[in-house]
């Protein structure tokens, strides 16, 4: 079969890499490569960043005013929203995720570029009520400069809008390195970007893998900022390279999020809740509410009703309506779930459901892993302590509030939570004590463009969405105008 081929774009020109060579992406639903991308070196990625900083520094991009900086992402917004399924199809095919959940996010991204679209002429400065009445001293908020954006393989545009969104919003320009196993619907969206009207050189591509192209990217000095979205361990590196160049970084990681069920609360809701934190999108979101934290009354009630619902989930193609649970994203990751699986067993924990491959014959061919639950867990096992990515769910008995705050909180992680409980000081009292980003009561998963996202601890720097985003993308710069008629004494300071 011929593999479909999508190209970088580069300087506003379509373009493959100087290395001549291709990398296959393949479709989780039944492992087969259906199309290919530019596999870049480290002279793509330089060529990228110089287009970027060339935009940056002359041509139209840099004299355009914020209010018609707005009016193209307001068109790209559109756009995006326009082509909503087509784009929601290339992710499904090149991550295995529910075709109903990448079409949701798809007709919300639009969202985001339509807030921060308005948001680009909101960007003030201050006159400041300085001491020094012969001074007139003000403040101007400029873009950095050239921002790589480097994404992952589980939200691919979605997690590229909550970068491009705003760094473009404040005057940046952009090079986006997106996953080597999820390339295709960025190289697309790069045809909208051409289509509402963006000056050639203020986005730009490269493809390909991390180790070949992500030292160039990190550390060039013509960047300026890195804002990266994945794994602890590249972040760690990611965040070492740009410090050799005192860039810039925003860092959205990785999270061992604890969803707490107190004995008041709906547990018809609870459940549902916790079904969506871990098997929602096969446990492949930062977010997933790994460690279920369930009081001890209602313990095994919950760990039952959990078991039979999760037991009846229907696993199969991602494009299928009636499919609630989709294959891993790529081989090597379905791997790494499985031998969790086996550690948790060594360690002690209690399989209640699931725990391997799907046995179905329609799935033999894909990257699946069985909704899989672990009951008798204590939170000192690695099921517990170290980020799965997979549909796999830990749950853990606890006392009281103050107990469920202390396993909550022992965590090198700190991106979200949950609380489940009908008391309203209980809410607001386990959000204050919950050391993560994001706490969510009565609900979980929930995101917006105007609600700041990113993690304490390990999970990361610096804050997406909202209007925290767009600060990321911003510097100060104090303007002094000496307005008396002598000039002071050049030897003292004033």
């Not at 809740?273 to 919950?302: D, M």
């Not at 008391?423 to 463009?449: C, E, H, L, P």
Request: proline share 5%; net charge negative; aromatic share 8%.
């Amino acid at each position: 079969m011929d593999l479909q081929r999508f190209e970088n774009v580069v300087a506003g020109r379509t373009c493959v890499s100087t290395t001549g060579r291709w990398l296959p992406t393949a479709n989780p639903f039944d492992g087969q490569a259906w199309a290919e991308v530019p596999r870049c070196g480290e002279d793509d990625a330089v060529s990228a960043i110089v287009a970027a900083h060339a935009a940056f520094e002359s041509g139209p991009w840099p004299k355009m005013s914020a209010t018609d900086r707005g009016k193209l992402l307001h068109r790209l917004g559109d756009l995006v929203a326009r082509d909503a399924e087509r784009l929601a199809a290339l992710e499904v095919r090149d991550n295995g995720k529910l075709y109903a959940e990448m079409l949701g996010q798809l007709r919300y991204i639009p969202e985001w570029f339509r807030y921060y679209g308005g948001l680009a002429d909101k960007v003030e400065g201050r006159v400041l009520p300085l001491d020094k009445p012969h001074l007139l001293t003000y403040t101007k908020r400029e873009p950095l400069g050239v921002i790589v954006c480097i994404t992952p393989w589980n939200s691919p545009l979605m997690l590229l809008t909550w970068k491009l969104a705003p760094a473009l919003a404040a005057g940046n320009t952009v090079v986006v390195k997106p996953s080597e196993f999820t390339s295709c619907s960025t190289l697309a969206l790069m045809e909208l970007v051409k289509e509402a009207g963006f000056p050639d050189g203020v986005v730009n591509t490269v493809t390909g893998y991390g180790a070949e192209v992500g030292p160039a990217l990190c550390g060039h000095p013509l960047v300026a900022k890195v804002a990266f979205t994945g794994g602890d361990a590249t972040g760690s590196a990611v965040y070492a390279a740009a410090a050799k160049g005192i860039k810039h970084v925003t860092l959205e990681l990785g999270g061992k999020s604890a969803n707490i069920v107190f004995a008041d609360a709906n547990l018809d809701h609870a459940v549902k809740g916790a079904i969506s934190g871990i098997f929602a999108a096969s446990g492949q979101t930062c977010i997933a509410g790994s460690r279920l934290l369930v009081q001890r009354p209602i313990y095994e009630q919950v760990s039952r009703r959990l078991v039979e619902f999760a037991g009846r989930a229907k696993l199969g193609n991602p494009m299928e309506s009636t499919t609630q649970v989709g294959p891993i994203t790529t081989e090597a990751q379905r791997e790494k779930v499985l031998s969790y699986i086996d550690i948790a067993r060594g360690e002690g924990a209690r399989c209640l459901l699931g725990g391997g491959r799907p046995s179905a014959p329609g799935l033999a061919g894909g990257w699946f892993v069985e909704p899989t639950i672990f009951g008798d867990v204590s939170n000192d096992m690695r099921i517990a302590q170290e980020e799965v990515f997979g549909p796999v769910l830990s749950i853990i008995p606890f006392e009281d509030e103050d107990e469920a705050v202390a396993i909550a909180n022992d965590s090198l992680y700190g991106l979200a939570a949950g609380v489940w409980t009908t008391d309203i000081r209980r809410a607001v009292t386990m959000a204050d004590r919950v050391r993560s980003g994001t706490v969510w009561v009565n609900t979980y998963r929930a995101v917006s463009f105007m609600a700041p996202f990113g993690g304490y601890k390990m999970s990361g720097i610096g804050r997406e969405n909202g209007l925290a985003a767009i600060e990321e993308y911003l510097q100060t710069k104090s303007v002094w105008i000496n307005l008396a008629e002598d000039v002071p004494d050049p030897f003292v300071m004033r």
